[in-house]
């Protein structure tokens, strides 16, 4: 049970923490430097991640009555919607932190609601399965150790690799980080958007696209470089012609965000 | 980087669980796979075992505990089973390891040929049971890396929190310096990182030292040496007004114009007479309410040729300074106040013991007062507020000198409303002073 | 175009879809899958009914088959797979895959 848990646990909580992290030294570099603007502060931060806690948590309990609707295609519906949300959030966020610094002084209060959307609606996402693995868990009371211990693990894996992802940010110039950074969130944005095609694929909302390529012979998604990745860039040994076409149409979206373009200049 | 320490202890300590608990998970991983590796082998033995025995004795009661299960099987008839085998193959008919359901269990099976008799010998483990056997130990192996985080980071912190005193104490000698204290740094100890830092520093102040000296000096001498041509003008002035029309506009606009350059230099005198290296030498035991008196009686014209009424409250108050600067400062106050005040204004002027038992002069007006945007700048050399009216005569050093004097006898000087619903109160608060 | 006004009456499209492809029903009992091997024809697209009769939460997941949805206790759930080339595709319940193993296999 404890290598099932770390693994568990590892692929949600790695996700949202290297998102976290971007999105912090990314806001990071923001403020300072542009006259008259505040960055956010950790409180936005924190009152993502509690609502997403909680959102995980009514998910999870909602989840067999979700699970039912649209003829069992409810989970795949709802958890696509998230998705999208979640690349609409990051757009409007990119885009409200550009208009923010050249104009109000201040933390633009939309550019803070579309990060709390952000984080919560990824963290609700991603939680809920660590609520319905730990719930089932606690009626076999042998497994209960090995699980915590594991959950211990994966909790510290992924804490450090996000604590190390926004030092190893922050630690560059104010352009690089804001380059990396936007660069992260734009792939992240693909990520999104190719899972969402998979979700809906897979409740059959989609039509069947032909796979496009077979990497599992280099690196396969369940080694741990795999699941980094997948984590970071959403890395798929067999992506599908939909999928891919998504995740680049997902990230050209980011791309065309004025912060993102005056990053590059 | 917001904070040193907090950078310091969350990568020391994120780069740290990183690798322990990655090289755990790995140890896990390799333990549990020499687990499998172990019991598979012990099943093979128990194969061994079963085709040895004399299997047309054997019954279904035969019990070899829950976690294992076997069947001999010579063609298509069942010899002999454990109670938990099924009726049919457990396993397919080839030779070595599987996995198969049945009994509502996964089992690892390991099916062999007899040759000699002729017989298949299928053995069973339950996958669940011998897992959680493994895993117990090896777990055993990975907590103490777990457990032993927070206390890593812990002493992490601890340590970090003690490379950093140095660091922290001298910003706080920095942070309670006062503005004149010009003494160079002399920590308890200093690393030898921070060395440098506390040799510019000190570099620093040494050299700002003797650039204020230098201003001083300066200006002390430039004021001096200007009052002999003032004065020689002024007599010209005098001169001059015999031979031309001495109430034409341009005369009078000159003689004003020559007072009030005699009054800027005698200002800057006043405030650069008073050094503290001298201040030592000038001080007496003196009774400020009586120098206040004389001060106030000294004023008093100003204030009648404005019809203002000007009282002095108070008693008698001993402290040490000097009475030729303390007068200056009175004087500087009380000039402010007329300056200020409409005709038919009050001024009052207190010299009292406060609560804390210390002296304390009041001039407090019931003029315009002070805009709060003014009341950081006004000690400030030259510097003359925006909001008042230009009309008002001065230099913008009068409130410098009262700062500077009440320096050099540790006072506070402060500004605030007056008790009359308008004006202002400028407060001076000398410190306790021992009696002698 | 087409595509987009699927997604508005995702319910009509369900329903027509789900007519064509073959059903399979796979049952999960005390963390194990009934049937452990599907047989699946090759090109097809396939409806699997995932039956979990534990009062345990499970997870479907595949690697070569890139599906992965979280069944609840004691509910269904469906999944679509395909159209696939012959071969063998392995499953496990990512909850408690020391038992829940199955295989695809496409003929």
């Not at chain 1, 069947?208 to 984590?231: H, I």
Request: with cysteine; hydrophobic share 45%.
């Amino acid at each position: 049970m404890f290598l099932v848990a770390v693994i568990l646990i590892l692929q949600e909580i790695l996700e949202a923490a290297l998102l976290l992290s971007v999105l912090l030294a990314v806001n990071q570099q923001m403020g300072p430097h542009l006259a008259g603007t505040r960055k956010l502060t950790l409180h936005w931060y924190a009152a993502a991640i509690v609502t997403g806690i909680f959102g995980a948590a009514l998910f999870a309990w909602a989840m067999p009555t979700v699970s039912e609707w649209f003829d069992y295609a409810g989970q795949e519906v709802i958890n696509a919607l998230m998705h999208l949300v979640v690349i609409g959030g990051l757009y409007t966020h990119c885009l409200l932190l550009q208009t923010n610094a050249r104009q109000t002084p201040g933390p633009h209060i939309g550019a803070g609601v579309a990060l709390i959307v952000v984080i919560t609606l990824s963290i609700t996402r991603e939680g809920a399965e660590i609520f319905l693995y730990i719930n089932g868990i606690m009626g076999t009371p042998t497994a209960v150790t090995p699980a915590l211990l594991g959950a211990g693990l994966a909790g510290g894996i992924g804490i450090s690799a996000g604590i190390l992802l926004y030092y190893s940010l922050v630690g560059f110039s104010r352009v690089v980080t804001l380059r990396i950074g936007l660069v992260l969130l734009a792939l992240f944005a693909g990520n999104m958007a190719a899972q969402t095609i998979l979700l809906l694929t897979q409740a059959d909302w989609m039509p069947y696209t032909p796979q496009l390529w077979d990497t599992t012979g280099l690196l396969t998604e369940y080694s741990v470089t795999g699941q980094l990745l997948y984590a970071l860039i959403g890395y798929e040994a067999t992506p599908s012609l939909a999928q891919a076409v998504s995740y680049v149409a997902a990230m050209l979206l980011l791309a065309s965000t004025p912060l993102f373009r005056q990053s590059w200049r | 980087m917001r904070s040193i320490r907090q950078f310091l202890l969350l990568g020391a300590l994120a780069v740290l669980t990183l690798f322990s608990f990655i090289a755990a998970l790995r140890g896990y991983q390799s333990s549990m796979q020499e687990a499998e590796t172990l019991f598979d082998t012990q099943l093979l033995d128990l194969s061994q075992l079963v085709a040895n025995l004399d299997v047309g004795r054997v019954n279904n009661d035969f019990r070899l505990g829950n976690n294992l299960a076997f069947q001999v099987w010579e063609q298509q008839s069942l010899l002999g089973a454990s109670h938990q085998a099924p009726a049919i193959d457990m396993t397919p008919r080839v030779q070595g390891f599987d996995f198969a359901n049945f009994d509502g269990y996964r089992w690892r099976t390991y099916a062999r040929f007899d040759e000699d008799q002729n017989r298949w010998i299928m053995v069973a483990e339950r996958t669940d049971l011998r897992f959680v056997l493994a895993e117990n130990v090896v777990l055993e192996t990975v907590l103490p890396i777990l457990l032993g985080i927070p206390v890593t980071g812990l002493l992490i912190w601890l340590i970090v929190s003690k490379g950093l005193k140095p660091l922290i104490q001298l910003s706080a000698d920095l942070q309670q310096k006062p503005a004149h204290d010009l003494t160079p740094l002399q920590p308890r100890e200093t690393p030898r990182e921070l060395v440098p830092v506390v040799n510019a520093v000190n570099g620093m102040i040494q050299r700002l030292g003797a650039a204020l000296e230098r201003e001083k000096r300066l200006s002390a001498d430039a004021a001096h040496e200007l009052r002999t041509p003032i004065a020689a003008l002024k007599i010209q002035l005098h001169n001059l007004a015999q031979e031309v029309d001495a109430h034409s506009d341009s005369f009078q606009q000159l003689e004003q114009g020559v007072e009030r350059m005699g009054h800027l230099v005698e200002q800057l005198m006043a405030l650069y007479r008073t050094s503290p290296e001298r201040f030592d030498e000038a001080c007496v035991e003196l009774d400020l309410h009586a120098l206040a008196q004389e001060v106030v009686a000294r004023w008093y014209p100003l204030f009648d040729a404005k019809q203002q009424t000007l009282e002095l409250l108070g008693d008698r108050c001993l402290l040490r300074g000097d009475p030729f600067a303390l007068e200056t400062l009175l004087a500087n106050l009380l000039s402010n106040a007329s300056k200020y005040t409409p005709e038919q204004g009050r001024v009052q002027v207190s010299v009292l013991r406060n609560a804390d038992a210390r002296v304390e002069m009041v001039v407090q007006d019931n003029g315009p007062g002070i805009a709060a945007a003014d009341a950081n700048h006004i000690f400030e050399r030259f510097y003359r507020s925006e909001h008042g009216s230009h009309s008002v005569p001065g230099c913008g050093l009068g409130l410098t000198i009262v700062q500077h004097v009440a320096e050099l006898h540790h006072a506070e000087v402060s500004v605030g409303p007056s008790d009359f619903g308008s004006g202002a109160a400028f407060r001076v608060v000398f410190p306790l002073q021992d009696p002698r | 175009m087409k595509r987009f006004r699927s997604l508005l009456f995702p319910m009509l499209i369900a329903t027509s879809a789900r007519a064509a492809a073959p059903e399979l029903t796979l049952v999960i009992r005390d963390h194990l899958f009934f049937p452990s091997t599907l047989e699946v024809p090759a090109g097809q697209k396939v409806r699997i009914l995932i039956d979990n009769q534990d009062p345990t939460p499970e997870e479907f997941e595949s690697y070569p088959l890139n599906r992965e949805k979280v069944i609840p206790g004691n509910t269904k759930t469906v999944v679509f797979i395909g159209p696939l080339e012959p071969g063998e595709y392995p499953f496990f319940g990512e909850f408690y895959p020391k038992t829940a193993q199955g295989k695809v296999v496409v003929k």
